[in-house]
């Protein structure tokens, strides 16, 4: 998203003179109020200009980049998630490498019934297929990550933090979790979705194409 030019001449035009009313600021730019009134909507909706009553506009000195950054902060990841790939514990690495290259899955989620177990990666896979003959046999839990390893987003966490774990630890997808105790009253995390690298690439370039 960008700024027209004439949104852009009327933010200039604030920093330099504010505070400003609306009748000044259509005369320097000589076009009339009411084609003036919704760029002023827009800049003050964005948070980059401020509009106090019998005063005028105020620049917040938030830029156009500030303000995108804090309205990912407030996109929920349930937003962008998708279903995630799953197996149960009992499955086999070999059957595991044919799931996760039939469904063209980059991670797989190890469950043990609705309870999220561990994560296996591609490299996981890879690493567990070297030097070993009866990866037919051998149950995928041996290979999986498990908690307290488990990176993982809760439903109120943002499209920002989605993408800030994923870079900062390096991880293709996190599983979105609900936590709540077993039988046992041991908790749990409950697995609800998954957001990945490419969900949160397809987010940025959808925000993108709408300001088209």
């Not at 001449?9 to 076009?31: A, F, G, M, T, Y």
């Not at 937003?79 to 197996?87: A, F, H, K, L, Q």
């Not at 105790?181 to 987010?203: A, F, M, P, Q, W």
Request: hydrophobic residues 35%; proline residues 4%; charged residues 25%.
């Amino acid at each position: 998203m960008q700024l027209t030019p004439r949104q852009q001449e009327i933010v200039d035009i604030v920093k330099e003179r504010q505070p400003i009313k609306s009748n000044e600021i259509s005369e320097l730019l000589n076009i009339n109020r009411a084609t003036l009134r919704p760029d002023l909507k827009v800049l003050t909706m964005l948070g980059i200009l401020e509009a106090k009553r019998k005063v005028g506009y105020y620049y917040t000195g938030r830029s156009l980049l500030h303000m995108l950054g804090s309205y990912i902060k407030t996109i929920s990841v349930m937003d962008i998630s998708s279903e995630p790939t799953i197996v149960e514990e009992n499955t086999s690495i070999y059957d595991g490498i044919i799931t996760m290259f039939t469904k063209n899955a980059g991670t797989l989620y190890v469950v043990d019934g609705k309870y999220l177990s561990g994560i296996v990666s591609r490299k996981d896979f890879i690493k567990a297929m070297i030097g070993r003959e009866e990866v037919n046999t051998l149950p995928i839990p041996l290979i999986m990550t498990r908690m307290p390893n488990i990176i993982y987003l809760e439903p109120e966490e943002s499209v920002y933090d989605a993408a800030f774990k994923t870079m900062y630890y390096e991880v293709e997808s996190l599983p979105i979790v609900t936590k709540e105790k077993d039988e046992h009253g041991k908790e749990r995390l409950v697995l609800i979705g998954k957001v990945s690298r490419t969900n949160i690439s397809r987010y940025v370039v959808n925000m993108g194409k709408s300001a088209e």
